[in-house]
């Protein structure tokens, strides 16, 4: 679900692989045509786990219920899925149906292993989450359908911006001006949380400011991070900590959970987090909850507020000999009944809007405290769609150009000069 909200390592695999799929290996007679019979190998990666599992089991026999004489041998891969599922892609040993992360979608099609869903994907327009469908989409085809969707909005001390008289921020002036404020006025508080070890908390700013991580022409690839809104970007977030130090000098290397475990002691009185980093805000100090509120992202020079959509996406994979089931089974478990339960207990969004605008009016993400998810999911994008983006990932490049320009190794400038040049030997020759 780049999952996502955690940074990726990406490794590689040889495209142009014979797939030989297992699905249906242990019945008799698997379907090889239309009939929706016999076996299907579905996997489930990261972020199913303890507490979904049950879900998705009752799902499973529940499709086999209404469909007598199919098996779902399911699979649950954990935080290993992407190396497990490059493995199988090598090894020829894929599923038939696989949850994965929806950065790993134009990777997986890149390798020729996944089974297109929409040569037009203009055509899942209104169904789905548009930056969900972009995440599926490498060389203008769909390869994958959007499952659920995972974003940020600003979690705040409400008690604290209350004795303050102030509003919830809109504008990433605003939220420096509210940080220094509640810094200022309580001893002990540090007004943001920076997250300078995970890019997905402040990469998208650059799309605040009117810039583009890369651009697509004639189907090449260009990073456009060396551009002077993407500079302005990184710049105004650095300088959150080292102009006006408004967070530990730690918080360089800092990820999610530590800005949240910060958060949860009445450190910090803002941060960008996502849902799951509210859940852990509020299981760690169950009595702060009332004290929290959310909105949605400040909108920076750019006039937007975008960020990014992380989640998952179900895929087919090229190999599985049993299509016609593994489509049918894939039809079921995103119909909205059965998909809510499960985004649900993962604390994310449907990537669906039927079901996003259940979640939002009468669902879990209803609630006061959660409706600002809700809220931001349409104001969403993705990352470039481009098969070798992991690689771009895996090297921690953009980390590091951030990290540097807080540690006053590099000037903004030369970072991202050198972050584009980086990001260009990842995805230029595409």
Not at 168 to 185: G, I, N, Y
Request: with cysteine; net charge negative; charged share 15%.
């Amino acid at each position: 679900m780049q999952h996502r909200w955690r940074i990726l390592t990406a490794t590689s695999a040889a495209a142009g692989l014979l797939l030989l799929s297992a699905c249906g290996e242990d019945t008799p007679a698997p379907a090889t045509g239309g009939e929706v019979t016999g076996a299907i190998d579905v996997w489930m990666g990261d972020p199913i786990g303890a507490t979904q599992q049950p879900v998705v089991i009752q799902l499973a026999k529940d499709y086999e219920t209404a469909h007598p004489g199919t098996k779902v041998n399911l699979r649950f891969l954990g935080a290993d899925a992407h190396k497990t599922y490059l493995t199988s892609i090598a090894g020829g040993t894929v599923p038939c149906v696989a949850l994965i992360g929806n950065t790993w979608s134009p990777e997986f099609a890149g390798l020729k292993a996944l089974e297109p869903i929409a040569q037009d994907p203009a055509s899942m327009q209104g169904t789905y989450t548009q930056s969900m469908i972009d995440s599926t989409v490498l060389d203008g085809v769909s390869y994958a359908v959007p499952y659920d969707t995972g974003v940020r909005a600003l979690i705040y001390r409400k008690d604290l911006f209350d004795a303050a008289g102030l509003a919830a921020p809109k504008t990433w002036d605003e939220v420096l001006t509210a940080a220094t404020t509640v810094q200022k006025a309580n001893e002990g508080v540090n007004g943001f949380g920076i997250v300078g070890g995970n890019q997905w908390y402040w990469l998208p700013m650059i799309w605040n400011w009117g810039g583009e991580i890369a651009t697509n022409s004639g189907g090449a690839w260009t990073a456009k991070v060396n551009s002077p809104e993407a500079i302005a970007a990184f710049t105004f977030y650095a300088e959150l900590l080292t102009k006006h130090k408004l967070a530990p000098e730690g918080s360089v290397t800092w990820q999610g959970a530590d800005a949240a475990k910060a958060f949860a002691l009445g450190q910090v009185g803002m941060m960008v987090g996502g849902s799951w980093d509210l859940k852990t805000i509020i299981a760690q100090n169950p009595g702060m909850e009332a004290q929290l509120a959310t909105a949605p992202m400040p909108s920076g020079p750019g006039g937007n507020n975008d960020t990014f959509a992380g989640g998952s996406n179900l895929a087919i994979f090229k190999g599985c000999t049993n299509k016609a089931t593994a489509k049918s089974f894939v039809d079921f478990m995103m119909r909205t009944d059965n998909l809510v339960p499960v985004t649900t207990k993962i604390g994310l969004l449907p990537a669906t809007t039927d079901a996003l605008e259940k979640e939002r009016t009468t669902g879990s993400f209803s609630a006061p405290l959660l409706k600002a998810y809700a809220e931001q999911a349409p104001n969403t994008r993705s990352i470039p769609a481009v098969s070798t983006w992991g690689k771009v990932e895996g090297t921690g490049a953009i980390v590091n150009a951030m990290q540097s320009i807080m540690n006053g190794q590099k000037t903004a400038e030369a970072a991202m000069q050198e972050l584009a040049g980086q990001i260009d030997a990842a995805i230029g020759q595409q």
